[in-house]
């Protein structure tokens, strides 16, 4: 999400499937954002290596509510260190990720 075409916080749909909708929001006007879909979807369910605790910080632990939580990377991906990632100008930071009812 580039800063430049998210002036007012814009919010993207990610997916959507049946009832759920997965939604970005740009929640840092000062910086362009670039994550990784992988890190989206640890943000939804807890990743590969579940406990209670990263399924109570994942957007699935929220119950039947929906919810939202800001993307957590995992920065040590080669993905966010390549030389090409580094010259974008893009960082791993300032994306909410929102999981809503959508009927």
């Known amino acids: 999400m580039r800063a430049a ?33 992988a890190d989206i979807a640890n943000m939804i369910d807890g990743g590969k290596l579940l406990t209670n605790l990263s399924i ?4 699935i632990g929220c119950g ?15 993905a966010y260190n390549t030389t090409v990632y580094r010259a974008s100008g893009f960082v791993p930071d300032g994306i909410l990720l929102k999981l809503v009812h959508n009927r």
Not at 8 to 25: F, H, M, P, Q, R
Not at 64 to 78: A, I
Request: hydrophobic share 40%.
């Open 5 to 37: 075409d998210a002036p007012d916080c814009g919010e993207w749909s990610v997916y959507s499937i049946g009832s759920v909708l997965v939604t970005a929001k740009h929640i840092n006007n000062a910086v362009s954002t670039a994550v990784l879909f």
């Open 56 to 59: 109570t910080a994942a957007l």
């Open 64 to 78: 039947t509510d929906g919810g939202s939580e800001g993307v957590q990377v995992n920065v040590t991906n080669k």
